[in-house]
């Protein structure tokens, strides 16, 4: 077993850009869940709005990248809009059901035949990610080991990690954000001070949302091909994963429990593979190790929520739920 | 119906056995994959109008680059594992019909067909001078689609009734329903492949589908309850718990569709109605298990103790109610419920895989909230109103693999309007 490799390739999921992309997912939900109290079970549903939104903007009207952005965060908020309207006057549970059923209504809607010419159904889009890479600054040549695209992505990723993590902390410092957090908290003591509870919830629902959809296109780009499979209800649930062992109520637990969530699956692959293939584990073969994966994330789920629900970096006083 | 069984068990050994030997034998221009490298099938069987099976006829579906080429068994039946779900154009090659054997007219051929949620795709041919072809009318076809349905609705229903007796005398909302779903038809397909007896089988999977309950209120819910947790932190411990037990099943039982012994059998025709066997036995089964939960909820002291808790566990406590045993006795009885409808949903499909159950846990959660949180009769309505509408928004020009979406939407539609649901009270939505 070459535990020098396998070392190094856990090293690398930490920058990776899938792991950049759960950071951004996982922040949206710490806007959502962490900070508001909003129990989104559909994030998965905002990534796919976002994806979905530039890859279909890009191939089937031909607009420039930006417009592009653009229109998958119009559709990002729409669709938080969409979902708002109806639940954030509902009890916690409710939008979380109704969350949940959007995602996978917006799943169904891009993976049915019917629409095969525009989203390509269950074979997904690809060939959208040229006007990105045509932004590449970087000349052609060895990054740290990668070529000038991957470092490309890697820049613009956790770039966009960077800025969304010291607008969500400016955000959630300002007045504005302690009404949120106010929120959280009780919201009648909140709407007994005048404020417009709704109207803040559904800002909130919006702002994570657009950070979903951001996380949809960093998720794309580097595979330059956008599938409705990976887009199922688990991806929300390993985004909750992530955001519970960072911690709730944080800005940067949501980033570092991406990155431990990646190292850790790397890791376990690593490990396991390696004894397969020398013959200490017999018991299992390479899909089964994969499942085995899956196991220890539901596990881990659960006991951080048992045992720590704060996370790594959370306060206990700052949980959405006492 | 016990030869009827039995005969369709041994045409599925026949076809475990011969259908990869036919192929290995067919020389196909396309390298033909073997069936165990896919997870979705698309099959049939290949009978004459004397019901006589036809042998060595070739079959090919094709989509996009992907082509698939099998011949049908000694025993008519056909089978072409296929990549993806999605639409494939099925060909049926007339030349390599045995003399005499024409398809009959208005037979279709080559034709599309489509998935429909399901990981096995039916495809019948018809044969024969004489038959037509019949285009089914639109009152005949909404008939049947109205009673699958119903069939449907009833299975939903065994499921949701235990999520909502639940949901009422815990308040947890718990994700880990599905896998209770899917347990029940795990347990059917493992205790009948050790040989287990068809009956003893089925009982023995419904009692697992309890202990499975029991298990889960022992060793995590009610530790939980102790410790007071929060019904949210709750809600996503038991989002760990599906995802967990959803791939421990994975582990063992692989990604691949099964069937349970009998899930072969052709439609019958009952009055107006075309329906197949194991569908009406499904949907008398729930109908009369349903039926009995009601009774025992409305009738015996134990179902007021339990309506009790579900109102108020504080108050049924203090009225010398146990409460721990009444929410221990609804946990297996929830999960009981859950592993008689995943058998029932395993015919329905047909076909057992690992995640049948959380296809199907948003329907459920559906058909709970329509009917109003914590209630069962709710549940019971809101289930069948799902059943019903999935099934009938297919007759109604809705593409098959939409169907799941036009439920779901209902039920958001329902929350806008009617948030307590059809049969809930006002107080319960908060």
Not at chain 2, 212 to 231: E, K, S, V
Not at chain 2, 336 to 350: H, N
Not at chain 2, 374 to 391: D, K, M, Q, R
Request: with cysteine; charged share 10%; net charge positive.
């Amino acid at each position: 077993m070459d535990f020098g490799f396998i070392l190094a390739s856990a090293a690398g999921e930490i920058f990776s850009p899938t792991t950049a992309a759960y950071a951004l997912a996982a922040l949206g939900l710490a806007v959502h869940f962490g900070y508001s109290g909003l129990l989104n079970f559909g994030q998965a549903g905002f990534m796919a709005v976002g994806a979905y939104g530039f890859a279909i903007s890009t191939l089937s009207f031909g607009v420039p990248f930006f417009v592009g952005l653009l229109i998958a965060i119009i559709a990002s908020s729409i669709f938080a809009l969409l979902l708002g309207i109806p639940t954030l006057r509902l009890r916690a549970d409710y939008l979380a059901i109704v969350t949940i059923a959007a995602a996978e209504i917006v799943r169904y809607i891009v993976t049915t035949n019917q629409l095969t010419p525009v989203t390509g159904s269950a074979n997904g889009l690809a060939a959208f990610e040229g006007g990105f890479y045509a932004m590449n600054p970087f000349p052609e040549g060895s990054y740290f080991g990668m070529n000038n695209r991957d470092f490309f992505i890697r820049v613009v990723g956790w770039g966009l990690v960077a800025i969304c993590c010291t607008l969500v902390w400016l955000l959630m410092r300002s007045p504005w954000g302690r009404v949120l957090k106010g929120i959280r908290e009780d919201e009648n003591a909140v709407r007994s001070l005048g404020k417009n509870v709704y109207a803040y919830k559904m800002q909130a629902l919006i702002i994570g949302g657009i950070l979903g959809a951001l996380a949809g296109m960093v998720f794309t780009l580097p595979r330059g091909a956008v599938q409705p499979a990976n887009y199922g209800t688990e991806l929300t649930f390993f985004l909750y994963t992530c955001l519970l062992l960072g911690g709730l109520g944080t800005v940067l637990g949501p980033v570092v429990g991406a990155m431990i969530f990646w190292v850790v699956l790397s890791l376990t692959q690593g490990i396991l593979y390696g004894l397969i293939e020398s013959g200490a584990v017999t018991w299992l073969n390479t899909v089964q190790a994969g499942q085995l994966r899956y196991i220890l994330v539901g596990v881990a789920l659960m006991l951080l929520m048992i045992f720590r629900p704060q996370g790594v970096f959370g306060n206990k006083k700052e949980l959405a739920f006492a | 119906m016990r030869l009827l069984g039995a005969i369709s068990a041994s045409i599925l050994a026949i076809l475990l056995v011969t259908a990869p030997a036919s192929q290995a034998a067919s020389p196909s221009p396309t390298p033909s994959p073997s069936n165990q490298t896919f997870q979705n099938n698309i099959s049939g069987f290949l009978r004459d109008d004397t019901r006589a099976p036809l042998a060595g006829v070739t079959i090919t579906a094709k989509s996009g680059d992907f082509t698939g080429t099998t011949k049908s068994a000694a025993n008519g039946s056909w089978n072409i594992g296929v990549p993806q779900q999605g639409t494939y154009t099925v060909e049926l090659d007339e030349s390599t019909l045995p003399e005499g054997i024409k398809l009959a007219d208005g037979q279709e051929n080559p034709r599309d067909v489509t998935f429909s949620q399901t990981s096995n795709l039916s495809v019948i041919f018809a044969f024969g001078k004489g038959i037509v072809v019949q285009q089914q009318d639109f009152g005949q076809n909404l008939l049947n689609r109205l009673v699958a349905g119903l069939s449907f609705g009833l299975l939903l229903a065994l499921a949701s009734v235990g999520l909502s007796l639940i949901f009422g005398t815990t308040g947890l909302t718990n994700f880990a329903h599905g896998e209770m779903v899917t347990l029940g038809a795990v347990l059917v397909f493992a205790f009948n492949a050790i040989g287990l007896p068809f009956w003893l089988a089925l009982i023995l999977s419904v009692l697992g589908g309890g202990l499975f309950g029991y298990a889960q209120d022992r060793g995590l819910w009610r530790p939980l309850r102790r410790r007071g947790t929060g019904l949210v932190p709750m809600m996503i411990v038991s989002i760990g718990l599906a995802l967990a037990v959803r791939y421990v099943i994975q582990f063992y039982f692989g990604g691949a569709t099964q069937q349970l012994p009998f899930a072969q059998s052709p439609e019958i025709q009952l009055g107006p109605v075309s329906i197949s066997p194991n569908n009406l036995w499904s949907l008398g089964i729930s109908a009369v298990v349903i039926a009995l939960i009601g009774i025992v909820l409305l009738k015996t002291r134990l179902g007021k103790a339990t309506r009790a808790v579900a109102d108020n566990p504080a108050l049924a406590a203090a009225s010398g109610i146990d409460v721990d045993a009444v929410i221990r006795l609804v946990w297996i009885t929830g999960g009981m419920l859950a592993s008689l409808g995943g058998i029932l949903w395993a015919y329905y499909r047909p076909g057992v895989t690992f995640d049948m159950g959380s296809a199907i846990l948003l329907l459920i959660f559906a058909g709970v909230t329509l009917g109003g949180l914590g209630t069962v009769f709710g549940a019971l309505i809101g289930s069948v109103i799902v059943g019903i509408f999935v099934e009938l928004t297919t007759v109604f020009g809705l593409a098959a693999d939409l169907k799941y979406v036009g439920a779901l939407f209902i039920m958001i539609v329902v929350l806008l309007f009617r948030p307590q649901g059809i049969l809930g009270r006002r107080e319960r939505v908060g």
